[in-house]
């Protein structure tokens, strides 16, 4: 199968690396607007070879869309233009209505499976891909009545090959559940960062005292703007009810640590522990 990466980073970097260790690729060919990220793919073996846009489009028999959101959005409908009548469109989008909108009424749409594979880490670029990135990970497919039955059975064969467990959602669903669990996250990582930042203006020592808790904490600030501003604006409305409920616990707590209230602030902790149940 010829397969055409759109975005050599970490996602896009690590399905292509996955496609070809299983032999599911037989090349792998190479679009990025960052001309350095794309000669370090080749580089590095990620892909074969890089080429013009519509002439890798045009070749391919499944198409990789692994850059922002915002820039699938715009890309998709051209891409499903170039594509042949035989060849399958995926993304790996973290936000999925938005995606799904923008070609719902493309005459194509029946070749483009939306798609959402749970993994990564918070570095980016080429040189961050890796093999097994996808391993045991969640991915989940939208609107699956939507996708043509060619279509879906290429795309569970790749996400199967990288070791992948398929779940199936509805779009807007899907956007309001990784709201609280994904994108939630990564803002209060990124607002600790910041928040850490700005006392160390005038606590010098401050990194000096940070511990293995504050280092897996804002581990997640570590991540790309480029890619996580877009998530977080295409998804605003189910972030900002999330943001708001964050919000409210955290003014409660303030409020009962302010009284020296030990026993709410307990109370409020050992209710917090049942996410154990959830996650062991």
């Not at 794309?38 to 846009?53: Q, R, S, T, Y």
């Not at 090959?161 to 990564?186: C, G, P, Q, R």
Request: with cysteine; aromatic share 6%.
């Amino acid at each position: 199968m010829k397969v055409t990466v759109v975005g050599l980073g970490l996602i896009g970097g690590s399905m292509a690396i996955g496609l070809r260790k299983t032999g599911l690729a037989s090349e792998l060919i190479g679009i990025d607007l960052n001309k350095t990220n794309a000669a370090k793919a080749v580089e590095l073996g990620i892909v074969d070879k890089v080429l013009p846009e519509n002439e890798a489009l045009a070749k391919a028999d499944l198409v990789i869309l692994a850059i922002p959101v915002n820039a699938t959005c715009a890309l998709l409908p051209s891409v499903l233009d170039a594509i042949n009548s035989q060849a399958t469109v995926i993304d790996a989008g973290s936000t999925k209505n938005l995606i799904c909108k923008s070609v719902a009424n493309h005459p194509k749409r029946k070749q483009f499976v939306a798609s959402h594979p749970i993994a990564g880490t918070e570095y980016s670029g080429p040189e961050a891909a890796f093999y097994g990135l996808f391993e045991n990970k969640t991915n989940i497919i939208c609107e699956q009545e939507k996708s043509a039955e060619e279509s879906l059975a290429v795309a569970k064969k790749v996400f199967a090959a990288l070791k992948l467990n398929t779940i199936f959602m509805d779009a807007v669903e899907h956007d309001k559940h990784v709201a609280y669990v994904s994108h939630l996250s990564h803002v209060s990582s990124f607002l600790l960062g910041q928040t850490v930042l700005d006392m160390e203006k005038d606590e010098k020592n401050i990194f000096d005292l940070a511990g293995s808790g504050f280092a897996s904490t804002v581990r997640l600030a570590k991540s790309s703007p480029d890619m996580w501003a877009p998530i977080f604006e295409q998804n605003a409305e189910y972030l900002g009810q999330a943001l708001a409920e964050y919000i409210m616990h955290l003014q409660r707590f303030q409020y009962h640590l302010m009284k020296r209230e030990g026993k709410e602030l307990h109370k409020i902790m050992t209710k917090a522990n049942e996410i154990k149940r959830v996650l062991g």
